[in-house]
Structures are given as structure tokens and as C-alpha cells.
């Protein structure tokens, strides 16, 4: 039987939120949006489940007392491939396969991580990439694919290219892995970007330049995997999910 466990980021403040709370406590039609993706991982039918907690962390553990979480601190928000690492090395027992998700997703639906687990297990992936699509992707990570449709990478927009930037398949920044596949590659980042920061994006080029398989679920509704940096962002989510 394999076994899953889910790895929710929810270490950072959230500063264009400009409050003092931690940006995944802020509520979403009445709950907090890291408490809507715990309960939507819960309905996935993963029991274990690892929260990455940082700035504020006694404020987000006492939020979530009534939910069946572990934590792993993150004392220092050094990106994304630094949170996960500080959750893999939290855990208390092994696992085949770890998710990846951040705490700002709030629409998030159960079925949808059902079938990026599937498909990555069917696939004998080592990653398994939920994307979406976008006339204009913004600011977030584009999927880069090979000539015979294959992912060999994810550019963060910063990093992008002018022609890079015009792709329209995005990364939603929910993954699928392969646990010890993970773990070894996560020791080969560096923080050779524009946020000198360790990109948990990183690894999918290294499993591609190792010819690992990639796979990819792309879904029909962005809004699904919408993150909120404002709490104009949120609003408008909340006022999408809505229609």
C-alpha cells in the first residue's frame, strides 16, 4: 500500500496583506484559508499531514488545535525548496509519496488532489505537476515543456524569458513526489535566481536533465488553484467561488 503525506506551506507573513496576522489565517467565506486546504487534504484521504509554520507559528498552531496536524519550523523564510525541506526532515515516519501544497489555496478541491495522486503513482513518476492555464499567467511560474510535449521545467516569471513569458500553462505550486527522489534532489539547490532563494521549482530540471519521468494534470478552472496576495485578491476569490 502506498503511502501519501501532505506538506502545506504556511510559514509567511504575507506582508501586502498589510496586517500582523499570517497571511494563511486570513478568512475565506468565514474559515481561515489554511484551514479550508487541511480539511480538503483531509477529504483526500491523507492522514498525515505536516504544517511548514514560521512567522507567527504559535498564532497558526493555535488556530488549527482541533485539526490532526504535525509541524516543522522555518525559522528563516529562505523559499520555497528550503520549507519543504525543514517539512521532510520534521517527519516521524517514512512515506512514498509526499504532496505539496501552500496554505493560500482555499479552492482547492479534494477530486483534484485525488487524481494528481493517481496519475503520479500510475505514471511512476518521480513528479507530478498540477497546472493550469492563463491568456496572461502573471506573475506565476511557467510549466516549460520539451518539443514532444514533456516537462523538462518550471521557470519562475521572474527568471523568464520574453518568449517564456508568453506561455500560457502555469505552475499552480502543488506537486506530487516521489519522497526519497525528493529528498536527494532538494540537496542540489542553490540560490542562483533573482530572489536568491532556494526554488523548490528547481528540482523538476534536475529530474528531467536525470531523464526522470515528469507528469503533469493540467485543469480547466484557474481559479481552483488560485493563491491570494491581497485581501483585494481574496475578495475577488471569494466572490468568484461564488458564481
Given at each position: 500500500m502506498n503511502s501519501t503525506t501532505a506538506i502545506i506551506?504556511?510559514?509567511?507573513?504575507?506582508?501586502r496583506f498589510k496586517s500582523e496576522k499570517p497571511k494563511v489565517l486570513h478568512k475565506f467565506h468565514g474559515k481561515a484559508m489554511l484551514h479550508h486546504v487541511?480539511?480538503?487534504?483531509?477529504?483526500?484521504n491523507i492522514n498525515n499531514i505536516c504544517l511548514v509554520v514560521?512567522?507567527?507559528?504559535?498564532?497558526?498552531?493555535?488556530?488549527?488545535?482541533?485539526?490532526?496536524?504535525?509541524?516543522?519550523?522555518?525559522?528563516?523564510?529562505?523559499?520555497?525548496?528550503?520549507?519543504?525541506?525543514?517539512?521532510?526532515?520534521?517527519?516521524t515516519s517514512s512515506t512514498d509519496h509526499c504532496i505539496i501544497l501552500a496554505g493560500d489555496c482555499p479552492l482547492i478541491r479534494e477530486t483534484t488532489i485525488a487524481e494528481l495522486i493517481q496519475t503520479h503513482i500510475t505514471s511512476n513518476a518521480k513528479a507530478?505537476?498540477?497546472?493550469?492555464?492563463?491568456d496572461n499567467a502573471g506573475n506565476y511560474g511557467r510549466i516549460i515543456r520539451n518539443k514532444t510535449n514533456q516537462i523538462t521545467a518550471i521557470r519562475e516569471a521572474k527568471d523568464c524569458s520574453d518568449v517564456e513569458l508568453n506561455i500560457t500553462e502555469f505552475?499552480?505550486?502543488?506537486?506530487?513526489?516521489?519522497?526519497?527522489?525528493?529528498?536527494?534532489?532538494?540537496?542540489k539547490l542553490?540560490?542562483?535566481?533573482?530572489?536568491?532563494?532556494?526554488?523548490?521549482t528547481d528540482v523538476i530540471e534536475f529530474f528531467s536533465n536525470e531523464g526522470e519521468i515528469i507528469a503533469g494534470v493540467c485543469i480547466d478552472n484557474a481559479w481552483e488553484v488560485s493563491g491570494a496576495n491581497t485581501q483585494e485578491e481574496l475578495n475577488k476569490m471569494a466572490e468568484v467561488s461564488l458564481n
Open positions: 506551506l504556511a510559514a509567511g507573513k504575507g506582508t487541511i480539511e480538503t487534504v483531509s477529504k483526500a514560521g512567522y507567527k507559528k504559535e498564532m497558526v498552531k493555535a488556530s488549527c488545535k482541533n485539526y490532526n496536524v504535525s509541524y516543522a519550523i522555518q525559522e528563516q523564510q529562505l523559499g520555497t525548496g528550503h520549507a519543504v525541506v525543514c517539512g521532510l526532515n520534521a517527519l507530478t505537476l498540477l497546472t493550469a492555464k492563463l505552475n499552480s505550486g502543488i506537486y506530487c513526489f516521489d519522497t526519497n527522489a525528493l529528498q536527494d534532489c532538494l540537496k542553490n540560490t542562483n535566481n533573482a530572489q536568491n532563494e532556494y526554488y523548490l
